[in-house]
Nanobody, 118 residues
Framework: QVQLAESGGGLVQAGGSLRLSCAAS????????MGWYRQAPGEQRALVAT???????NYADSVKGRFTISRDNAKNTMYLQMNSLKPEDTAVYYC????????????WGQGTQVTVSS
C-alpha cells in the first residue's frame, strides 16, 4: 500500500506561480505512471498531467506551456510547477500513482486546494 501526500497549494493571484509536491510513503521506482488531476466545484475530476517511469510526459491542452510535471525517484516525490496561473485553474489538485502487479493498482492523495484570484 502506497500513501501519497500533496502539498504546496494555496491562494495566488492570476499570473502567479505555485509548485505542488506529492510525496510517496515508499519508493516510486515501481510506479509505471504518476499524474496530477484536478477537480473544480461541480465538475468531474480531470487529467492535468502525467509522467511515466521513463520520463515521458503528457499534458491537458489547457495547461500546456504553463505547467511542468516532474518526478524525483530518489526523493520519492512528484512535482507540478504551475506558472501563469489563471482563475480557471482553481480546483483541488490530486496526485495519482499506478503500477501493475497481477492487476492495475491505483493510489490517490487527499488533495490540495489551489485558488487563483483575478
Amino acid at each position: 500500500q502506497v500513501q501519497l501526500a500533496e502539498s504546496g497549494g494555496g491562494l495566488v493571484q492570476a499570473g502567479g506561480s505555485l509548485r505542488l509536491s506529492c510525496a510517496a510513503s515508499g519508493s516510486i521506482l515501481s510506479m509505471d505512471v504518476m499524474g496530477w488531476y484536478r477537480q473544480a466545484p461541480g465538475e468531474q475530476r480531470a487529467l492535468v498531467a502525467t509522467i511515466t517511469s521513463g520520463g515521458s510526459t503528457n499534458y491537458a491542452d489547457s495547461v500546456k506551456g504553463r505547467f511542468t510535471i516532474s518526478r524525483d525517484n530518489a526523493k520519492n516525490t512528484m512535482y507540478l510547477q504551475m506558472n501563469s496561473l489563471k482563475p480557471e485553474d482553481t480546483a483541488v489538485y490530486y496526485c495519482n500513482a499506478e503500477y501493475t502487479l497481477y492487476w492495475r493498482r491505483s493510489f490517490w492523495g487527499q488533495g490540495t486546494q489551489v485558488t487563483v484570484s483575478s
